[in-house]
């Protein structure tokens, strides 16, 4: 990966200058002109040796050697802007072409177990937009994860215990005629099916109580002294570990909380061997994260071993205006009649093109748009586009190809996205923010249609041709790799 490279031989200037190596960010810059990479490391080696950080910029550049560069320039304040060069960028066609499907994958999750968490729908109704967001995004997460090299098992967790429950079997809720079982095994059938979400486990809530888990756990954090009894009810000292007030395990009816299932739940997936549990929540639970986060650590494992991904709210908008498409759901928008609507493919990119923390209209109108203006045809029309150009080059021989010759800013452009793909990959798995996949995907179409604008592939020159047909047969597999990480279809003829 190109940025690790930078990053190594920065590392190695500093030290060899004798200064005490800092946290060295390379990042991408905005502004063309300011190089592909660019590192603000000397400014922080110049505050804490008191220099000059032009003067500090200056004497790392001098040290780094490296055929991977046109250029290195130095810019006030002290930022070191790198340019990478034409030949790196060449080789990088035929890198691409050699790793195939295996292009994009890591070692950074060095085989850890990760759970993520997600859906875990309400028993008492049809799944609904937060569902399909939560869904979509921890599906995808899960696979950027196991393409970091974690060992992923995602997880839907039962809710078939509690109050809804009980009303729901009692006749009570919102006048429907299933029950608790019969709605849950309905919508993992949509999960499953319509979806395409495969889980690994799906949990029961139940199950906890069955074997005795949630007794236990009360017992284990009763001889802890991390429990006190108070107007006749049960507490979890929460407070002893953050959160910012004690928690009720047991009522004063004697009914356990969702709270105290949650905890056995908790030592549950770490007593099977989890590194690190991820959740993927709706916007209704995010108070809930300090308790648990308290209760992480009252188990024995640190606050860092859980995440929390709050989903926020979803609206569905048609010509600017809200709209309830729901047959069946009273107050929900049924996820099942909007993917039946949009299409499985348009859906799941529409998801998870916002940030999960902030809010998401999904607009009607444009996901039904058969056009380049819809994010997911214009994805899609890219790689149906390089599948036809390659069925019309059958006869042409790419084992002896010239990548040298590919010196057009497009063709150079187009490079410089493709080998973006591990580093996408490495930031969605460090901060979880998923949306960056999505506009990874439009950024790399995009410069995909601008080099067929500018760069006729089948040309009269039959060298050019192969070097030409090499590059978009890289783009193909990059495209088809972050499509399928995403769950979207890579259709060969539209």
Request: hydrophobic residues 40%; charged residues 35%.
């Amino acid at each position: 990966m190109i940025r690790d490279e930078i990053k190594k031989l920065v590392e190695k200037a500093i030290k060899e200058l004798g200064f005490k190596v800092p946290e060295v960010l390379i990042e991408q810059p905005r502004e063309k002109t300011h190089g592909d990479y660019a590192t603000n490391a000397a400014m922080a080696v110049a505050k804490k040796v008191k220099k000059n950080p032009m003067e500090v910029a200056e004497i790392i550049k001098s040290k780094i050697k490296s055929d991977i560069f046109e250029k290195i320039e130095i810019v006030k304040p002290g930022f070191i802007n790198f340019f990478l060069s034409k030949e790196y960028l060449q080789k990088q066609t035929g890198e691409i072409l050699k790793k195939k499907e295996k292009f994009g994958d890591l070692k950074i999750g060095k085989g850890k177990k990760i759970n993520v968490e997600f859906i875990s729908a309400n028993p008492t109704g049809p799944l609904t937009l937060g569902n399909g967001r939560g869904g979509f995004c921890g599906d995808v997460l899960s696979s950027v994860l196991e393409k970091a090299g974690y060992n992923v098992v995602r997880e839907y967790y039962i809710n078939d215990r509690g109050k809804q429950v009980e009303d729901l079997e009692k006749g009570l809720y919102q006048g429907e005629k299933r029950t608790a079982l019969q709605i849950q095994k309905e919508n993992q059938k949509i999960i499953t099916k319509k979806l395409k979400i495969k889980f690994d486990n799906w949990f029961s809530e139940k199950s906890l109580f069955k074997n005795k888990e949630v007794d236990k756990i009360l017992n284990w954090l009763k001889k802890k002294k991390l429990t006190y009894e108070k107007e006749r009810a049960l507490w979890f000292k929460s407070t002893k570990f953050g959160d910012d007030k004690d928690r009720v395990l047991i009522k004063s009816d004697a009914e356990k909380t969702y709270l105290a299932s949650d905890i056995a739940y908790l030592k549950n997936k770490f007593d099977r061997g989890f590194d690190k549990l991820i959740y993927l929540w709706g916007a209704d639970h995010y108070g809930y994260i300090g308790r648990m986060k308290a209760a992480v650590e009252a188990l024995g494992y640190k606050k860092e071993q859980i995440d929390f991904i709050i989903m926020q709210m979803v609206r569905l908008l048609e010509k600017g205006k809200q709209v309830k498409m729901s047959k069946r759901a009273g107050a929900y928008v049924a996820l099942e009649e909007l993917v039946d609507e949009v299409g499985l493919d348009v859906a799941r990119f529409f998801f998870l093109i916002r940030s999960s923390g902030a809010h998401l209209n999904f607009d009607l109108k444009l996901a039904k748009e058969k056009s380049q203006k819809n994010p997911v045809y214009y994805v899609q029309y890219a790689y149906a586009r390089i599948c036809s150009i390659l069925r019309k080059a059958k006869n042409y021989k790419l084992q002896t190809t010239n990548y040298k010759l590919l010196n057009h800013s497009s063709e150079l452009d187009l490079i410089k996205k493709l080998i973006r793909f591990p580093e996408i990959i490495e930031d969605t798995a460090k901060d979880y923010q998923v949306q960056r996949i999505p506009q990874y995907v439009i950024d790399l179409a995009e410069s995909f249609h601008k080099f067929y604008k500018d760069c006729r592939v089948l040309a009269g020159d039959k060298k050019l041709s192969q070097a030409r047909l090499s590059l978009i047969l890289a783009t193909q597999i990059v495209l088809k790799n972050i499509l399928d990480v995403m769950g979207i279809s890579a259709p060969e003829k539209m």
